[in-house]
């Protein structure tokens, strides 16, 4: 069984950086594609950025691109999101997630993390 657990949530001011980590135990992260999800109140879990197993990158939330990196270390079983230039509208609840490949799909995605909560505030 792979277990998640995110660190690194917090409160940042606009144009702030943030990492997120994810630290995976259970089973070797090597085998699985990792992603970044968020969620605000109200809303549906979104997809933001996945990495397949041999560093493969999708994007999937435009506002993002050129702010946010994933990158993993195998040997480390982590997986970071690096969180530049952050945006009050980037405020939300973080989960890391695993899966076969990479997915926008939440359903494709068996292992979650608890959740990191990130604000992004003046």
């Known amino acids: 069984q792979l277990q998640l657990v995110e660190s690194g949530g917090g409160l940042a001011q606009p144009g702030g950086s943030l990492r997120l980590s994810c630290a995976a135990s259970?089973?070797?992260?090597?085998?699985?594609?990792m992603a970044w999800f968020r969620q605000v109140p109200g809303k549906e879990r979104e997809a933001v950025l996945c990495?397949?197993?041999?560093?493969?990158?999708?994007s999937y939330v435009d506002s993002v691109k050129g702010r946010f990196t994933i990158s993993r270390d195998n040997a480390k079983s982590t997986v970071n999101l690096d969180m530049n230039n952050l945006k009050p509208e980037d405020t939300a609840v973080y989960y890391c997630?695993?899966?076969?490949?990479?997915?926008?799909?939440?359903?494709?995605?068996?292992?979650w993390g608890q959740g990191t909560q990130v604000t992004v505030s003046s």
């Open positions: 990495i397949t197993t041999t560093g493969g990158i999708s």
């Open positions: 259970g089973l070797k992260l090597g085998f699985s594609a």
């Open positions: 997630a695993a899966s076969v490949a990479c997915s926008s799909d939440t359903s494709d995605f068996h292992f």
